[in-house]
């Protein structure tokens, strides 16, 4: 993704998002923020305090929806029989 289009969608400038990809200046915490709701990810796992980002939770939870449903399915089934 090029910096240009976090800049536009996130209304950071370039050169600023150029600053915190090489270390030259940290983001405040508005910053963070709007990076974290970019990415679809918490701002504890754009500061590395989290492993886990959202979206490989949520990916995770809508698989275990499916099972749940797909196991209501089959319990409903067995109780036909």
């Known amino acids: 993704m090029r910096q240009i289009d976090v800049a536009l969608a996130t209304g950071i400038d370039q050169k600023t998002l150029s600053n915190y990809e090489t270390g030259k200046t940290n983001p405040d915490s ?17 500061l590395g305090r989290e ?11 809508q698989h275990l ?11 409903k089934q ?3 029989i």
């Open 30 to 46: 508005v910053s963070i923020i709007r990076l974290a709701d970019f990415f679809e990810v918490s701002a504890d796992y754009l």
């Open 51 to 61: 492993t886990d980002s959202v979206k490989a939770v949520q990916k995770i939870e």
């Open 65 to 75: 929806q499916r099972i749940q449903d797909e196991l209501l399915s089959v319990e």
């Open 78 to 80: 067995l109780k036909k």
